[in-house]
């Protein structure tokens, strides 16, 4: 059995959490593998097989992701497409997508069990057309975001479902973000909490130039175009999972639908969503209940 572990040193106490890591792996039979990158920075206690990133992912039984989300989200496009599962370990802020944290690494030993929580997320596809030519397809595990440009003009997009218009509307931007995602930016922006293992599309408005502007949700199997009505001088960007990817404009469209592929996340612990939700975003509510 083989684990690829996919660390994000930039996070405080990383090395710390990659070591132990390695260390419960190794002591349970588990082999380590890690991007050769990482060679001269990460030197334990036990043998590391280096290598290169794709074959190494390719070649293991799942990912261990050590960092936050946004740590998950970077490994899960390779992940999804060698159909690898993948265990997070939080050593960021929220980690909804984390399973572990500091405490939890003993449970790796678990990883050799064949009756572990799987956690099947679905992701997004979306297609960047410019003048009806197609210039890019994307895949997001959180969501993918048409919003205006920095110090551009308020822009005006229209959004239809198989041909029919469903929203035309004036904003900062909207975003379409999958299950996974909706506690991630769409939240930030007023959409609602979604269980991570439903299958469906959520749409949010963007600081919405309207006093009746709502969230809607959409099944799995729709196909949600988005065209850009905007002056020349207001041109707006296409973000996916964080990651700008194309500058749009008049006559640009997207088209946001299910992506191929999913990705299976690892709960060790059980519960982990909902534990979450309850520790983390209600905590500042009970902080401020604690001190009433």
Not at 74 to 96: E, M, T
Not at 97 to 122: C, F, G, P
Not at 168 to 176: K, N, T, V, Y
């Given at each position: 059995?083989k684990?690829?572990?996919?660390p994000?040193?930039?996070k405080?106490?990383c090395m710390?959490y990659?070591?132990?890591a ?16 990482y060679k001269?920075?990460?030197r334990?206690e036990?043998?590391?097989e280096y290598?290169d990133?794709?074959e190494?992912i390719?070649?293991?039984?799942f990912?261990?992701a050590?960092?936050?989300d946004?740590t998950i989200i970077?490994?899960a496009?390779l992940?999804?497409?060698?159909s690898?599962p ?7 802020r929220?980690g909804f997508m984390?399973s572990l ?5 003993d ?7 064949k009756d572990?929580?799987?956690?099947k997320?679905m992701m997004l596809?979306?297609?960047v057309?410019?003048?009806d030519?197609?210039k890019?397809?994307?895949h ?7 919003s205006?440009?920095?110090?551009s003009?308020i ?7 198989e041909?029919v218009i469903?929203s035309?509307?004036?904003?900062d931007?909207?975003i379409f973000?999958?299950?996974t995602?909706?506690?991630?930016y769409?939240?930030s922006a007023g959409g ?8 469906c599309?959520?749409f ?6 309207s006093l009746f502007?709502r969230?809607?949700?959409f099944?799995a ?11 020349l ?10 990651e700008?990817v194309?500058?749009?404009g ?5 088209v ?11 709960d ?11 520790s983390?975003?209600?905590?500042p509510l009970k902080?401020m209940?604690?001190?009433?």
């Amino acid at each position: 059995m083989k684990a690829y572990i996919f660390p994000n040193l930039d996070k405080k106490n990383c090395m710390e959490y990659t070591l132990e890591a390695c260390k419960v792996l190794y002591d349970n039979g588990i082999t380590v593998s890690i991007d050769n990158d990482y060679k001269e920075l990460i030197r334990a206690e036990h043998p590391i097989e280096y290598g290169d990133e794709v074959e190494l992912i390719k070649e293991c039984d799942f990912v261990i992701a050590i960092g936050g989300d946004g740590t998950i989200i970077r490994c899960a496009g390779l992940a999804a497409v060698c159909s690898k599962p993948i265990v997070g370990i939080n050593c960021g802020r929220l980690g909804f997508m984390a399973s572990l944290e500091k405490n939890d690494l003993d449970q790796l030993a678990r990883l050799k069990d064949k009756d572990i929580t799987k956690s099947k997320r679905m992701m997004l596809k979306a297609y960047v057309y410019k003048n009806d030519k197609l210039k890019g397809t994307f895949h997001a595990l959180n969501d993918v975001v048409i919003s205006k440009r920095h110090n551009s003009k308020i822009a005006d997009f229209e959004v239809s479902k198989e041909g029919v218009i469903i929203s035309s509307l004036r904003a900062d931007g909207i975003i379409f973000s999958t299950p996974t995602g909706a506690t991630a930016y769409s939240m930030s922006a007023g959409g609602p909490i979604i269980e991570p293992d439903l299958e469906c599309i959520e749409f949010t408005q963007i600081c919405p130039h309207s006093l009746f502007a709502r969230s809607m949700v959409f099944s799995a199997s729709s196909e949600l175009t988005v065209r850009c009505h905007a002056n020349l001088d207001a041109k707006a960007m296409v973000t996916v999972d964080g990651e700008n990817v194309f500058e749009i404009g008049v006559n640009d469209r997207i088209v946001v639908q299910r992506s191929e592929y999913s990705i299976e996340l690892i709960d060790l612990i059980g519960g982990s969503f909902f534990n979450s939700v309850n520790s983390k975003l209600m905590q500042p509510l009970k902080g401020m209940g604690e001190g009433l």
